[in-house]
């Protein structure tokens, strides 16, 4: 099991950035892929982008391309999402995930630990 744990969430303006990172501890957190979700008031659980156990390989949604940008210090066991041009449609609680083993996925059931979430909020 990995404990995940979310900060760096707040309020910022349309066209802002925010860098949300995701300190993990307990199973070996440079061996397991990783990923970031959202949940907007009223919606589902989307995918918003993913990275292998070595970083080599990212994955992102095509509403997020282009402008978030997923990476990881394995030494220091933290994932980050770097989001820039913010949009009030990116208003959402991120939650960090990690998957059982080194691949990453897009689908929240692939995932089998998730952090708590942080808070963000992007106004007009």
């Known amino acids: 099991q990995v404990q995940l744990v979310e900060s760096g969430g707040g309020l910022v303006q349309a066209g802002g950035s925010l860098r949300l990172s995701c300190a993990g501890s307990?199973?070996?957190?440079?061996?397991?892929?990783m990923g970031w979700f959202r949940q907007a008031p009223g919606k589902e659980r989307e995918f918003v982008a993913a990275?292998?156990?070595?970083?080599?390989?990212?994955s992102y949604a095509d509403s997020v391309k282009g402008r978030f940008t997923i990476s990881r210090d394995n030494a220091k066991n933290t994932v980050f999402l770097q989001m820039n041009s913010l949009k009030p449609e990116d208003t959402a609680v991120y939650y960090c995930?990690?998957?059982?083993?080194?691949?990453?996925?897009?689908?929240?059931?692939?995932?089998?630990?998730w952090g708590q979430g942080t808070q963000v909020t992007v106004s007009s």
């Open positions: 307990g199973r070996t957190f440079s061996t397991v892929g």
């Open positions: 990275i292998s156990w070595s970083g080599s390989m990212t």
């Open positions: 995930a990690a998957t059982p083993g080194r691949t990453m996925a897009t689908k929240s059931y692939a995932y089998s630990d």
